[in-house]
């Protein structure tokens, strides 16, 4: 999953970078590390209300967004 996600989450990451909503370089990897990190803690099920924001921290730093800007990711998570 990682090798097809990869690149279109790449490709909607650069519309964000466009837009002015993400800042950082090195796109590609930086979305393939978390892809590979959300995948290894939520599917083993490591969902607690600490992690989830943790995560979603971690991908704001990442991305360079706006605190709050990738608080969607919850609401997925918790579908």
């Known amino acids: 999953i990682i090798e097809i996600a990869v690149p279109l989450l790449t ?3 650069k519309e964000g970078r466009e837009q002015g909503i993400i800042n950082c ?3 590609e990897e ?3 590390i978390l892809m590979i990190l959300s995948n290894k803690l ?9 992690t989830i924001d943790v995560y979603i921290d971690t991908v704001e730093k990442m991305l360079g967004t706006p605190v709050g800007t990738m608080q969607f990711i919850k609401t997925l998570i918790s579908q």
């Open 11 to 13: 490709e909607a990451a």
């Open 25 to 27: 370089d090195h796109l």
């Open 30 to 32: 930086r979305i393939r």
């Open 42 to 50: 939520f599917d083993e099920g490591i969902t607690s209300e600490a």
